[in-house]
């Protein structure tokens, strides 16, 4: 699946001042993508295969001391060290790698976004759509991005509020969808929420094209396509090479999985959540190519942390670089940004960035007052 290109068309084709800027601000960051490109090479790459190497080191010293640690400090550090392995893979190898940054690299092998196993619960080609295609396409446009809302939760002004379902979405989206990410999100992207849930808007759905029968069969196909394998190895498999001390590998392993799930979480629920993020109604489409680059820079907030945290985060502390440029890997973002700042301040766009708790404490504090009150009126003073 490739990823999704603006959509230029617009409702109203009447020049505005703003139009000129638009199109300088694109010329700038056309530049910039043409230059960055040109350096990604084999450094990448080998990038990526450190990384993976580090990971499967981190897996066998995560579960053999799992395995065999007579004590509590020696089964903590496996906890540790198979969270590490699980949240390199899931972010910044796995997420990377199926946006197709490696694609067009000779010798990608098992780096190519095509035939990429994914080692998260999450069905791959089922992501590949709902997160290039339809979040990266238009994010935070209502009837497009799906992740306007999720279940009972809305996270956008756009999304219709509802006091019976929405009253308590802070509370789910901290203690139920925190820990339990993966697994969540893969009902979201195979489309099984859609069978059970209605999401408030006008097209009731967001991945199934309707709820029939046949439908709902594909959905639980896919799911169960990851599902199956991924817990099977996690929760019976390796417990089962235990023997009797099978229940020690199996709450090491779920304790892993909750630290991948709420650090992920914690990465993403900053990305484009908050009482400055610009959301934007249905049908809200781009005044050309300049324009949607701005739509996406003010749909998205940055954070600030050190190296080895930001590749735990897979670059996605760089939010707003990587969705100007999403085949660009994770180095190559964190490369740019002082660039793209410079050029967004040139030219009037506006370009956020904090400490990652400050901008995770706005996130959460305007999910719950999206809750409340439909976000009614901005929270700033009060985080």
Same mark, same amino acid.
């Given at each position: 699946?490739?990823?999704?290109?603006?959509?230029?068309? @617009?409702?109203?084709? /009447?020049? %505005? +001042?703003? *139009?000129? !800027?638009?199109? &300088? #601000?694109?010329?700038?960051?056309?530049?910039?993508?043409?230059?960055?490109?040109?350096?990604?090479?084999?450094?990448?790459?080998?990038?990526?295969?450190?990384?993976?190497?580090?990971?499967?080191?981190?897996?066998?010293?995560?579960?053999?001391?799992?395995?065999?640690?007579?004590?509590?400090?020696?089964?903590?550090?496996?906890?540790?060290?198979?969270?590490?392995?699980?949240?390199?893979?899931?972010?910044?190898?796995?997420?990377?790698?199926?946006?197709?940054?490696?694609?067009?690299?000779?010798?990608?092998?098992?780096?190519?976004?095509?035939?990429?196993?994914?080692?998260?619960?999450?069905?791959?080609?089922?992501?590949?759509?709902?997160?290039?295609?339809?979040?990266?396409?238009?994010?935070?446009?209502?009837?497009?991005?799906?992740?306007?809302?999720?279940?009972? @939760?809305?996270?956008? /002004?756009? %999304? +219709?509020? *509802?006091? !019976?379902?929405? &009253? #308590?979405?802070?509370?789910?989206?901290?203690?139920?969808?925190?820990?339990?990410?993966?697994?969540?999100?893969?009902?979201?992207?195979?489309?099984?929420?859609?069978?059970?849930?209605?999401?408030?808007?006008?097209?009731?759905?967001?991945?199934?094209?309707?709820?029939?029968?046949?439908?709902?069969?594909?959905?639980?196909?896919?799911?169960?396509?990851?599902?199956?394998?991924?817990?099977?190895?996690?929760?019976?498999?390796?417990?089962?090479?235990?023997?009797?001390?099978?229940?020690?590998?199996?709450?090491?392993?779920?304790?892993?999985?909750?630290?991948?799930?709420?650090?992920?979480?914690?990465?993403?629920?900053?990305?484009?959540?908050?009482?400055?993020?610009?959301?934007?109604?249905?049908?809200?489409?781009?005044?050309?190519?300049?324009?949607?680059?701005?739509?996406?820079?003010?749909?998205?907030?940055?954070?600030?942390?050190?190296?080895?945290?930001?590749?735990?985060?897979?670059?996605?502390?760089?939010?707003?670089?990587?969705?100007?440029?999403?085949?660009?890997?994770?180095?190559?973002?964190?490369?740019?940004?002082?660039?793209?700042?410079?050029?967004?301040?040139?030219?009037?766009?506006?370009?956020?960035?904090?400490?990652?708790?400050?901008?995770?404490?706005?996130?959460?504090?305007?999910?719950?007052?999206?809750?409340?009150?439909?976000?009614?009126?901005?929270?700033?003073?009060?985080?």
């Amino acid at each position: 699946m490739r990823n999704a290109q603006p959509s230029t068309d @617009a409702t109203d084709v /009447r020049p %505005t +001042p703003d *139009d000129d !800027r638009y199109r &300088r #601000f694109g010329e700038e960051l056309d530049e910039l993508k043409r230059r960055t490109l040109a350096r990604v090479g084999l450094e990448d790459l080998a990038h990526v295969r450190r990384l993976d190497v580090l990971s499967r080191a981190m897996e066998v010293t995560g579960r053999v001391l799992i395995h065999v640690s007579p004590e509590p400090i020696t089964f903590t550090l496996g906890v540790v060290a198979l969270f590490v392995h699980k949240q390199l893979q899931a972010t910044e190898i796995g997420h990377t790698v199926l946006h197709g940054a490696y694609d067009g690299l000779p010798g990608a092998g098992r780096f190519r976004s095509k035939g990429f196993w994914w080692d998260v619960p999450i069905d791959e080609e089922s992501w590949r759509y709902g997160h290039n295609v339809r979040h990266h396409g238009g994010a935070n446009v209502a009837g497009r991005d799906a992740d306007v809302h999720f279940g009972p @939760a809305r996270l956008t /002004r756009e %999304t +219709p509020y *509802d006091a !019976r379902r929405n &009253r #308590f979405q802070l509370p789910f989206m901290i203690g139920l969808l925190a820990p339990n990410f993966g697994f969540l999100m893969n009902l979201h992207f195979t489309g099984l929420q859609d069978a059970y849930f209605d999401n408030g808007l006008p097209t009731r759905t967001d991945f199934l094209p309707d709820r029939s029968s046949a439908s709902v069969r594909g959905a639980w196909r896919k799911a169960l396509r990851k599902y199956a394998p991924y817990y099977l190895v996690n929760y019976v498999v390796f417990p089962a090479f235990a023997g009797p001390l099978f229940w020690k590998v199996l709450l090491g392993n779920w304790l892993a999985e909750v630290l991948r799930d709420v650090y992920s979480a914690a990465t993403i629920y900053c990305g484009h959540v908050g009482p400055e993020v610009a959301s934007y109604p249905i049908g809200t489409k781009a005044r050309g190519r300049g324009h949607w680059y701005a739509m996406q820079v003010e749909a998205s907030n940055d954070f600030e942390v050190s190296l080895p945290v930001s590749i735990l985060c897979g670059g996605l502390d760089r939010q707003i670089e990587h969705h100007l440029f999403p085949t660009l890997p994770p180095q190559r973002l964190r490369e740019i940004a002082p660039e793209v700042r410079e050029i967004c301040a040139r030219h009037g766009v506006t370009y956020r960035t904090d400490s990652w708790g400050r901008t995770l404490r706005r996130a959460l504090a305007w999910v719950g007052e999206l809750g409340r009150r439909g976000g009614a009126r901005a929270i700033l003073e009060e985080v």
